[in-house]
């Protein structure tokens, strides 16, 4: 009898439970693609390429840095949409080595500043200036929102790491999509107003993600 209560206290608990589509990272990565390339493809198109992409071919630190960026874009998209998954033990930190070889622009734009009179300081100071710096971070928002539904939707156990996170991700994909309209080839204009758009970015998804990442 009591067997039957426990069977039947079971069965009614069970009852009005549905089945839950498992989370894959594919359409995680699809929502991000999406951003991503979707924002890039606007841009490029209200405002133009730059001019020497005709040639299909950037300049050498031009493409140095795009590909930096970009890696750590791809790293910090790939840990947060791990973050989104259940599991126990999951290592999330291997962004942190993509940002740290990303140190490399501003460590070599300092030897350039100091090692090149004003030279390097002018030219940070033409073209775009601000307005770089501004449309990096805006342009990262397709890939902030994405990965913030994501994760909105599965609560991840520490949205303060989350938020860091997804500013980091959402940085360097606005960052690699100015380099396609910026026509800049200035390694210090290129540290101080495209790439600055990750430690920007990073900073405003700590402070204003981690309290719409919780339960």
């Known amino acids: 009898m009591k067997d039957a209560s426990i069977d039947d206290l079971i069965d009614g608990l069970a009852s009005d439970l549905k089945p839950v589509r498992p989370r894959r990272v594919v359409r995680g990565s699809l929502w991000v693609a999406a951003g991503w390339l979707g ?16 040639t299909g071919v950037m300049p050498p630190l031009s493409m140095l840095a795009f590909w930096l960026l970009a890696a750590a874009g791809v790293a910090a998209v790939w840990s947060a949409l791990r973050m989104g998954l259940p599991g126990v033990g999951r290592d999330y930190g291997g962004w942190r080595w993509a940002v740290g070889a990303l140190l490399a622009l501003p460590l070599a734009a300092l030897f350039v500043f100091f090692g090149e009179a004003h030279d390097p300081a002018e030219a940070a100071q033409r073209g775009f200036d601000i307005h770089c710096l501004a449309q990096g971070v ?39 999509i100015i380099a396609l309209l910026c026509s800049s080839d200035d ?17 405003a998804g700590r402070l204003i993600l981690p309290r719409f990442l919780r339960w």
């Open 39 to 54: 924002v890039g493809a606007l841009l490029v198109g209200l405002f133009g390429r730059r001019h020497d992409l005709a």
């Open 138 to 176: 805006v342009s990262g928002l397709g890939v902030g929102a994405a990965l913030f539904l994501w994760l909105r939707a599965s609560a991840p156990t520490s949205p303060t790491r989350a938020g860091w996170v997804i500013g980091v991700a959402a940085g360097a994909a606005g960052a690699t």
């Open 187 to 203: 390694l210090v204009h290129i540290t101080l107003w495209h790439a600055s758009a990750v430690p920007f970015s990073a900073i």
